[in-house]
């Protein structure tokens, strides 16, 4: 299977706790998307890469949340002193570059984070 | 900044009827795609269809076609011909801007309708 690959699918922490998620990319994709997305709600974008620079990223991002993606490849979204509130699925997504972009965007079966 | 509104939350329909999900949409963009995406249960998200601003024509796929009215900034999905496989969460998107090399180009989600099909 090619698709975009998360894990773990589903993490329990404690409150305080840190937590990283990890996104393997469709291999020729160069550019990669956060989201998150709590019950009820549409996916809110986190953060954006394209190759491995950070170009965006969202006020949803707080000081505790970080992401990086070394070397172009995969991603990973580390969330430090986890707090009840960061329970959502976080949602990986990946296109193609520009040249070849439609606009289409492929997802990952998303990381649920409950914190208790 | 842009805004996508699903007011539906919930949507049901027999199987083998029509049923249209409705979106509106606000941006400052001139050039965007709007899309129609599809969660089912434990699943990832997947595209239904995708439509260009820019295009008068309204996109099909098979059994999924869209209605889009760009002065009313309306972007609405009919589904005919329903089967159980269509019971899922539907979302509707919006992503703007020109089409550059540095550009995000993010989607910005509607809150979905969660349609259910009935046997």
């Known amino acids: 299977d090619t698709g975009v690959s998360q894990n773990p699918r589903h993490k329990i922490t404690k409150r305080g706790q840190n937590v990283t998620f990890r996104c393997d990319p469709i291999s020729e994709h160069n550019r990669l998307y956060w989201y998150r997305q709590t019950l009820g709600q549409g996916p809110e974008f986190l953060t954006y890469f394209q190759n491995e620079a950070q170009l965006e990223k969202s006020r949803l991002l707080s000081d505790r949340f970080s992401a990086e993606r070394p070397k172009g490849s995969f991603s990973t979204l580390e969330i430090q002193r986890t707090e009840q509130g960061d329970s959502a699925m976080y949602l990986c997504a990946s296109s193609h570059d520009v040249q070849l972009n439609t606009g289409e965007l492929f997802f990952g079966e998303g990381s649920r984070l409950t914190v208790l | 900044a842009q805004t996508v509104t699903q007011s539906q939350p919930e949507m049901s329909v027999q199987e083998a009827e029509t049923v249209t999900l409705s979106c509106t949409y606000d941006t400052s963009e001139s050039d965007y795609y709007l899309f129609w995406y599809k969660q089912p249960p434990s699943r990832q998200m997947i595209l239904v269809i995708r439509?260009?601003?820019?295009?008068?024509q309204n996109a099909t796929e098979n059994r999924f076609s869209v209605n889009f009215q760009k002065a009313a900034k309306s972007f609405s999905l009919k589904i005919s011909d329903s089967q159980l496989g269509d019971a899922a969460m539907y979302f509707c998107?919006?992503?703007?801007?020109?089409?550059?090399?540095?550009?995000?180009?993010?989607?910005?989600f509607g809150t979905g309708t969660l349609l259910a099909v009935q046997p």
């Open positions: 439509q260009e601003a820019y295009k008068q």
């Open positions: 998107a919006s992503q703007g801007g020109v089409f550059y090399g540095g550009a995000t180009n993010k989607l910005i």
